[in-house]
């Protein structure tokens, strides 16, 4: 299974103007690429190949005055840069043909330097590698510092240096866990839980037990507010609105970032206590539609079940979802009697059948664990979870890499 573990870069000045400098090479590449592409669609003619694009865009431009300072950077770096184009063109025909799954892919665009995400990758032909004290080498860039924040299980194959909104630099590496280490990290369990995901409460798990909603984003709404009210009243073009700009982005990055590690520290808990974990497939999207839309965005339920997924995936436990029109919360879980919808502001119900008093929340949790068959899946039946896409970010160990990783 790969996995991929980001780290925070600090570069210093003159590497940020490299960095820049990168950014900048592979965008007009990638954009020369889409262009070209467009222009032999409009004249009839075949796509020209990622072959012929390399040999005009990289090697035959480097020799014109327009495009000399391409070989200022890395060659692999433009040689990724026309390999993402390949793959955004190949994801738009899959989805025009109906045969790639999820959401649609749109149609290639031109990529902009004021874009809020820049990146560039290095693969092992790049000869980038981690220094003995702990920095990362890249070609043409130099000895960047890094901010290990947890020792690298494997080998990494390639890395990606990443600039975002906030102006923070992250190097993200690709690497393979491995099987036997991942399933000695986690003890051996018989217990298995269902989760009713929610607004009042983030989740109510079949045994009783209630998290908390942090509600990030409502508890810093305040401050981006007045961060985004100064950002309005700068005039377009100056350095104070490119100031207020960066204000608003680390605002909304520390909310994203605090979200993102309670949504981290919860799905390892879940995973390490149980063996078998049982959840509700939600319709977010259309949620997301509602009044009650900054609310759900806040919570990040489809963040928090891909961790659970690709975690249940990693580590041998099992993650069962349910349809999201099973009637968690209108079904009696003492006796099995459907008692009919009920508003939202019911949180306490009695079933007319048996007279069992319910919490709303805690029922849905346990009819989804029953629904899941995960009352069965604790007594010993065997599992197998399936295969899913890596998450960016792992929680794990702290401390620099054991050994430098040459590539």
Partial sequence: MQLRYAFRLYPEPGQRLALARAFGCARVVYNDAVRAREDA???????PTAGVLSQKLITQAKQTPERSWLGGVSAVVLQQSLRDAEVVYKNFFASLKGERKGAKSGAPRFKSRKDSRQSIRFTTNARWSITGSGRLNLPK????????????????SSVTVI???AGR?????????????????????????????????FAVLSDGTKI?????????????????????RKQKGS??????RLKVARAHAKVA?????????LSTQLIRDNQAVGVEDLAV?????????????????????????YKAARYGRTLVRIGRFEPTSQTCSACGVKDGPKPLNVREWTCAACGTVHDRDHNAAINVKTAAGLAVTACGAPVRPGLVPAQREETGSHGFPPQPCAA
Avoid: C
Wanted: avoid cysteine.
């Fill in 41 to 47: 669609r409009r004249a009839g003619e075949p796509f």
């Fill in 141 to 156: 860039i130099g000895a960047v510092k890094v901010k290990w924040s947890r020792t690298l299980p494997a080998q990494p």
């Fill in 163 to 165: 600039k975002d909104a």
């Fill in 169 to 201: 630099y992250f190097a993200s590496f690709v690497t393979d866990t491995d099987p036997a280490a991942d399933a000695a990290r986690m003890p051996d369990t018989d217990q298995s839980v269902g989760i009713d995901l929610g607004l009042t409460h």
């Fill in 212 to 232: 908390d909603s942090p509600r990030f984003l409502r508890r810093a709404e305040k401050k981006l507010k007045r961060a985004q009210r100064e950002l309005s």
């Fill in 239 to 244: 350095k104070n609105r490119e100031k207020a």
């Fill in 257 to 265: 970032d605090a979200r993102h590690e309670f949504h981290h520290q």
């Fill in 285 to 309: 999207n259309g949620l997301a539609r509602t009044r009650l839309a900054r609310s759900v965005h806040d919570a990040g339920w489809s963040a928090f079940v891909h961790m659970l997924e």
